[in-house]
Structures are given as structure tokens and as C-alpha cells.
């Protein structure tokens, strides 16, 4: 299974958050861990998330990119490893 870790940019809105993680639960995304920030001076979020898959992390990333007040998302790419079952 792969693991990956998720940095989100977006709207400091409190139904951001909740339209993630059901795109992520729609695409079949184990979330491993996540840490929320907000930035009141700027009003942007940044989420770190930490998923679990086999399936490849784009299909995820290209669904969080379409939800409405999402800036950006990057995949860290030191994190991403596979871990034999």
C-alpha cells in the first residue's frame, strides 16, 4: 500500500475541510493523519494530509483541484513510499 502526504492550500471556509475528506473517502483513500492551519491574515488554510492507497495519488489530487476554494495541492514527494504487505 502506498502512502502519501498531501499539502493543501484553500479558502479558510469550515466546509472545505469536509468536502476533502469525502472526495477522499469517495476515491478510496485511507487518511493516515492530518494537520490544519489557518491563517487569519490571510484567510487561506493549509491542510496536511496523509493517505493510504493502491490506487495512484492523482486520482485524488485531480478531484481535490476541482472543488471550489482550493488554491492548491502538492504531494510530498519524501513521504510517498510503499510499504510491503
Same mark, same amino acid.
Given at each position: 500500500? &502506498? &502512502?502519501?502526504?498531501?499539502?493543501?492550500?484553500? !479558502? !479558510?471556509?469550515?466546509? #472545505?475541510?469536509? =468536502?476533502? /475528506?469525502?472526495?477522499?473517502?469517495? =476515491?478510496?483513500?485511507?487518511?493516515?493523519?492530518? &494537520?490544519?492551519?489557518? @491563517?487569519? $491574515?490571510? @484567510? /487561506?488554510?493549509?491542510?496536511?494530509?496523509? #493517505?493510504?492507497?493502491?490506487?495512484?495519488?492523482?486520482? /485524488?489530487? !485531480?478531484?481535490? &483541484?476541482?472543488?471550489? !476554494?482550493?488554491?492548491?495541492?502538492? #504531494?510530498? @514527494? $519524501? #513521504?510517498?513510499?510503499? =510499504?510491503?504487505?
Amino acid at each position: 500500500m &502506498n &502512502n502519501y502526504q498531501l499539502t493543501i492550500t484553500a !479558502d !479558510d471556509k469550515q466546509v #472545505v475541510l469536509e =468536502r476533502i /475528506l469525502q472526495v477522499t473517502r469517495y =476515491r478510496g483513500f485511507l487518511i493516515s493523519g492530518m &494537520n490544519a492551519k489557518v @491563517n487569519t $491574515g490571510t @484567510n /487561506l488554510g493549509i491542510i496536511e494530509l496523509m #493517505v493510504r492507497s493502491e490506487r495512484p495519488i492523482e486520482l /485524488l489530487v !485531480d478531484q481535490i &483541484n476541482k472543488l471550489i !476554494d482550493i488554491k492548491e495541492v502538492k #504531494v510530498d @514527494n $519524501g #513521504v510517498s513510499q510503499q =510499504r510491503i504487505a
